[in-house]
């Protein structure tokens, strides 16, 4: 099990964005390459690979997803295996996933298995989002299985507890990106100006009551602006500025409400302020819905497994893209804890390595016993 810890390092160090994993999809095609060829059928899409392993006397198809993308951030865990790629890092855990992918679809190789089990190594999770367009591609076709399991590195429990539970388990999610268009000029003179960070505040301000006012109280969701941009230098009124955030809902109803409330936002907005305001939803994700039975059945076997501790867990506000999966294909998606005081999408983060041979063991076992 060494062999998939260094693995899990080899692949911390070149972490790359969604659909630029071209280092990444080289390195995995060529431990691929020194597997037992007869057993695999192997296929490429974009920067993303297909394994089929084949059973004995398939009746149905199992698949496993593992996302290959890192995030656009900077390292500063200290780690020799640290990023050697600037601005970038695997501060959510796919290095961990795709070793364990690694480790589990190495085991079924060996095995005598009677069903086939398809791997899917998936880029751009992180964004602009993989698993639509690759749902929808020609090659998924002749890969696409009959159930779909997924596993995501959980900082705050510990390594050998598993948390999931049946129905959602993440939320819906959309990027939210909106600019806002004025007239610039001295700020001595505001009157002969149009002032987009005054705009934009009022804004901010008023995107908090959607939530508030107009989502039911019985159900969920949030708004959050991470960043804004604007402005040149202190005396002069700012003609453009960008916000940029996130929304996430429990439910499609309440997403669709969120949109449509920013939309009447900035129609009342580009009146009142006497401006030009441009909104774009970029990347939206589905809610990770757990199959109700294949959950219940995954929990039967976890809790008799010797070394695991399986909790069920509440809702969370985290996007998967793993949900445009779970809406196509009866499915599941499961928490493991790899215990780091750092969270995901954190430049520390810094999992317990001791989940990697464990979950390879649980994984296979259980896919073995299912297939």
């Not at 480790?103 to 999770?125: R, S, Y």
């Not at 999966?325 to 599941?332: A, F, V």
Request: hydrophobic letters at 40%; one cysteine or more; charged letters at 20%.
């Amino acid at each position: 099990m060494e062999t998939f810890v260094k693995i899990r390092r080899d692949l911390h160090l070149i972490p790359e964005l969604g659909f630029q994993e071209f280092k990444t999809q080289s390195y995995l095609l060529e431990y691929l390459s020194t597997l037992n060829q007869e057993r695999m059928i192997i296929q490429t899409w974009r920067t993303g690979i297909f394994v089929r392993v084949k059973g004995t006397n398939p009746s149905k198809t199992i698949g496993y997803r593992t996302d290959i993308d890192g995030l656009p951030m900077n390292e500063a865990t200290g780690l020799p295996y640290a990023s050697t790629h600037e601005g970038r890092m695997h501060a959510c855990g796919h290095d961990v996933h795709m070793s364990i992918a690694l480790g589990v679809l190495t085991n079924l190789v060996d095995l005598p298995i009677k069903d086939d089990v398809v791997f899917i190594f998936q880029p751009a999770e992180e964004g602009p989002g993989g698993a639509e367009p690759l749902l929808k591609s020609e090659e998924f076709t002749s890969f696409k299985p009959d159930r779909i399991y997924g596993l995501h590195i959980a900082p705050e429990y510990p390594v050998g507890t598993i948390a999931t539970r049946p129905g959602m388990l993440f939320a819906h999610t959309s990027e939210l990106f909106i600019d806002f268009h004025g007239l610039s000029g001295h700020a001595a003179f505001p009157h002969l100006t149009n002032d987009m960070i005054v705009a934009s505040s009022h804004f901010i301000t008023q995107l908090q009551s959607i939530v508030s006012r107009n989502v039911n109280p019985l159900d969920s969701a949030v708004i959050t602006i991470g960043k804004i941009t604007g402005g040149t230098v202190q005396n002069v009124i700012a003609d453009h500025v960008r916000i940029e955030g996130t929304m996430r809902a429990l439910s499609e109803e309440a997403m669709k409400k969120l949109k449509e409330r920013i939309q009447s936002l900035v129609n009342g907005f580009q009146e009142s302020f006497q401006c030009k305001i441009e909104v774009d939803f970029g990347s939206n994700y589905y809610g990770v819905i757990n199959d109700e039975s294949i959950t219940n059945e995954f929990f039967d076997f976890a809790r008799q497994y010797d070394g695991i501790q399986a909790v069920e867990c509440n809702v969370a506000m985290t996007g998967e893209d793993f949900g445009y999966m779970t809406k196509e294909i009866p499915g599941m998606m499961f928490w493991i804890g790899v215990d780091s005081k750092f969270g995901l999408h954190h430049q520390k983060l810094n999992p317990d390595e001791n989940v990697i041979p464990l979950m390879i063991q649980f994984i296979s076992d259980f896919i073995e016993k299912k297939a």
